[in-house]
């Protein structure tokens, strides 16, 4: 910029007179030595940080003065007097206003003191930009004319950097004082981004810069100690009370997240890293009392107090920190609420979502992030994020490879085909299980000798005839589709006013997804086959597991020794033990004749699988689409599943198959029973005073979070067939993802920092999301033990299994009325009093009287067939 001042263009002169003047002209174009320009014509400035236009030369132009003397000419040359016009100012930073703070007749002066701070300042000058770092100046006042010394005699200069305090001033109090370096901090990584972004620096050049001015800030921190009032202050700033630390950090995740992602940047990355980490320790003065001891602040603390452990980026829910919440927050909820609307037209690559997440490194430390997720991210979508970025200070934007996909498993290839054993295998046939087959105590165990090594892949429950929630479900008819049964439900029915319906009491009734039991995928034909039965366990789970002994079987089988005994022995134990646990599976689930279609010729058929040896149930009805819910639509992913009566499933029980206390130690009597729902209901939110959704504006005030749920960023779990146990936590704001071509919402739970494993995986859709009652606000919920069912799952994102998409149980249960026009209730939630009244009964606490209030449902006109 200094160059471009200084560098003016010299009227049109004869040949001569260029010739004479071009030497010593410093304003000559061709003439390689710039000068700073003096107006008094003494010494010119040796100052190198001094702006090297000179105010004394511009005097004339800005001066109120009605005649202007030509000394050349020693005329008097009549002017018009300049009126410092405001409005001209194309400065955007610098506020319009009758008098400028920056000139000496202003109000607004303070006598030479900085406006960004209570010290006194001296005062400095410059051309360039705003986002500049600044850079102190000492001495005279620019320019050589007539004045007092350190005050600007004439106008507004084009720019105004930070003030750097004056040592001379008064001292500041520490906190402050912080508090404006962090502000010169966010300012300098600013400009040194911005550099980068207009090509006037390269990656490199700007990550060591920014590690530099990190550097500065833990220097000024230590330093700090030899202040006098080090010991009496206390300050702790973080993302939530401070806007300087958030754009930091958004400078950072930027760097982190965008740009360096080569794996030539790696070393830089580490370095970057290791160094934010020791900045944002310097933000606790707890953390930097604790090291008094060493010169320099290189080590930090985690937020727990202790030994501090490196830190990368991690993704946290919205509503993490309780009711501390960031601004902008209830903005984006407003944007993503549109777009779920929105009814333009759209078209992305199936499976993309945007998710708003929090991102940093502490519950304490992070920003509102619109994580961006494409199946193949284009070019097209880097630029896209790239100016989203740009608009917004306080907002990280980042894209990666991801997609949303169905939490079912789904075995590629062909259909798999259990096929009796026969002789060839050298396999003794399975012993007869005592009449037909069909029933066996509840207590049976196969009594084999190599049981002990082998444990079965999947859930099986301790008394086959009380099935807990959470076990592996799938048609029977199918090889390929497998998923996870959530839990129990039932119609609350009056039997007086529905006598039609008496026949149903005591049946209850299951459910999972229908992505998941309506098998839309063809395998089965299910449409071809009404009311199908399901197997649970998992009839695909449990023939992927008996292949897998049986191909192991064959292996030793096909292996031979040298005669020598001592080699042979081995051999033979192993193909003794795959042979009775192949025994094993065949007593657990015999192997039925079971009706499928044929995919390919459509035909009905035969084949023998390995099923349970009670049925489980049929599906009585199920839905996967898109339902308009008001002025939005929602997704409606169910089954309905009618139990077997031979079943008894009289409470939602996770299950004493599973040490559920070895993952937290809580869950143990009560809390291993759902007796209440979480009511996740989203506000609808308001239009932000003085806010346009379509042009963000990242200062909205935090008072405004209207839409905020009390919920948010609650702790919970849930078990899957596939990813078993895993924890995390309600995310506040929907995600908005394209499916099945249509844009689709949907509420979500984000992985658990605590966590080193996915969250969900294919194979745990229709699992319940839970929580302990104890961990949600007191009085919110109508029990304070137990535990409370958010929603059932039914997608995640299958790249990095972070997030887990899930359908709200309010909206479940609000759906089956709307269909049934009959009012649902959970298994084990005790009924409210007008839920009492609509059925007919007194309250009463009485479990016995609770019990009998569960009736049955014909879904259809037809009466469905019995299950055995």
């Not at 829910?317 to 609420?337: D, K």
């Not at 005669?563 to 646990?581: H, I, T």
């Not at 499916?739 to 658990?752: C, P, T």
Request: glycine letters at 6%; proline letters at 5%.
């Amino acid at each position: 910029m200094k160059k471009f001042l200084i560098r003016n263009r010299k009227p049109v002169m004869d040949s001569s007179a260029q010739g004479s003047s071009s030497a010593m002209d410093p304003h000559n174009n061709n003439n390689n030595d710039l000068y700073p320009i003096n107006s008094g014509g003494g010494n010119r400035s040796t100052y190198t940080s001094e702006s090297q236009d000179s105010f004394g030369d511009l005097q004339p132009m800005f001066t109120q003065e009605d005649r202007t003397a030509d000394k050349e000419n020693s005329v008097a040359v009549s002017g018009t007097p300049f009126i410092n016009d405001t409005n001209l100012n194309l400065n955007p930073t610098i506020s319009i206003a009758k008098s400028s703070v920056f000139t000496k007749d202003s109000t607004d002066y303070m006598g030479g003191k900085s406006i960004f701070s209570k010290g006194k300042m001296t005062l400095s000058y410059s051309t360039k930009p705003s986002t500049a770092p600044s850079t102190a100046i000492t001495g005279d006042s620019v320019g050589s004319g007539s004045g007092k010394k350190g005050q600007l005699r004439f106008g507004l200069p084009l720019q105004i950097l930070e003030l750097p305090e004056d040592s001379h001033g008064v001292e500041i109090d520490l906190q402050q004082a912080i508090q404006e370096k962090l502000h010169q901090l966010s300012e300098d990584c600013s400009y040194t981004i911005n550099q980068f972004n207009n090509s006037l620096a390269n990656l490199s050049t700007t990550v060591i810069n920014i590690i530099d001015c990190l550097k500065g800030f833990i220097k000024f921190i230590n330093s700090s100690k030899e202040r006098s009032d080090y010991k009496s202050t206390e300050w702790r700033f973080d993302t939530y009370n401070n806007i300087y630390i958030r754009r930091l950090m958004v400078v950072y995740l930027n760097l982190y997240d965008n740009l360096l992602t080569d794996d030539a940047y790696l070393k830089l990355k580490l370095l970057l890293t290791k160094n934010f980490n020791d900045f944002i320790s310097t933000l606790s003065s707890s953390n930097v009392k604790q090291k008094n001891n060493s010169q320099k602040l290189n080590a930090s603390m985690s937020d727990k107090g202790g030994p501090y452990v490196l830190q990368k980026p991690q993704n946290y829910a919205v509503g993490i920190n309780g009711s501390q919440r960031l601004p902008n927050e209830n903005v984006v909820h407003s944007i993503m609420g549109k777009m779920a609307s929105s009814s333009a037209s759209v078209k992305e690559q199936n499976g993309s979502f945007i998710a708003p997440i929090l991102r940093g490194l502490g519950t304490s430390m992070n920003v509102m992030c619109l994580y961006f997720a494409y199946p193949n991210p284009t070019e097209f979508h880097y630029k896209l994020a790239k100016s989203l970025h740009d608009l917004f200070d306080e907002i990280h934007i980042m894209v990666v490879k991801n997609k949303i996909e169905l939490a079912a498993t789904t075995i590629p290839g062909p259909p798999v085909t259990a096929e009796p054993l026969n002789g060839k295998d050298n396999l003794p046939s399975p012993q007869p299980l005592g009449d037909s087959g069909r029933s066996l105590p509840s207590t049976f165990i196969p009594q084999v000798n190599y049981t002990a090594r082998f444990k079965l892949p999947f859930r099986v429950p301790t008394d086959i005839t009380k099935p807990p929630m959470s076990m592996s479900i799938s048609l029977e008819s199918t090889t390929r589709v497998s998923g996870t049964v959530g839990g129990y439900i039932y119609p609350m029915i009056n039997v007086k006013t529905q006598p039609h319906l008496q026949s149903y009491a005591n049946s209850k009734f299951a459910v999972s997804c229908g992505h998941v039991c309506l098998d839309q995928n063809g395998d089965s034909g299910g449409e071809s086959i009404q009311y199908p039965h399901v197997s649970v366990p998992s009839k695909v789970v449990i023939l992927l597991y008996k292949q897998a002994l049986v191909s192991q079987y064959q292996k030793f089988n096909s292996m031979t020794t040298d005669g020598n005994s001592a080699n042979q022995m081995p051999l033979v134990e192993a193909r003794a033990a795959y042979s009775q646990v192949i025994q094993q599976v065949d007593q657990m689930f015999p192997p039925k004749r079971v009706k499928v279609v044929d995919p390919r010729t459509k035909q009905m058929k035969y084949e023998i699988s390995n099923l349970p040896i009670h049925r489980f149930g049929q599906i009585i009805w199920g839905e996967r689409a898109l339902i308009d819910a008001g002025k939005k639509k929602r997704l409606s992913d169910l089954a309905v599943i009618k139990v077997n009566r031979n079943l008894i499933c009289d409470a939602n029980f996770l299950g004493d198959d599973i040490p559920f206390n070895e993952y937290d130690q809580s869950l143990m009597f009560d809390n291993l029973y759902v007796r209440s729902i979480v009511p996740l209901r989203r506000a609808e939110v308001a239009q932000i005073d003085g806010i346009d959704i379509n042009e963000i504006d990242d200062e909205a005030p935090v008072s405004d979070m209207a839409a905020s749920n009390v919920y948010d960023g609650i702790n919970v779990f849930k078990y899957g067939s596939t990813s078993k146990f895993t924890k995390g936590n309600l995310n506040g704001i929907k995600l908005v993802y394209w499916f099945d071509g249509a844009i689709q919402s949907s509420e979500f739970i984000v992985n658990s920092i605590e966590s080193n494993s996915a969250f969900a995986a294919g194979g745990d859709s229709g699992l319940w999301v839970l929580t302990k009652c104890e961990d949600c606000p007191p009085g919110s919920l109508s029990e304070s033990k137990g535990l409370a069912v958010l929603g059932m799952l039914h997608s995640y994102d299958g790249e990095f299994k972070q997030f887990g998409l899930f359908s709200p149980m309010t909206e479940i249960l609000s759906r089956l009325q709307a269909i049934t026009s009959i009012k649902w209730g959970i298994v084990g939630v005790s009924p409210t009093k007008k839920e009492m009244a609509e059925m007919g009964l007194d309250y009463a606490d009485d479990e016995d009287d609770l019990e009998s209030i569960s009736g049955a449902l014909s879904m259809a006109s037809n009466a469905t067939s019995e299950v055995d």
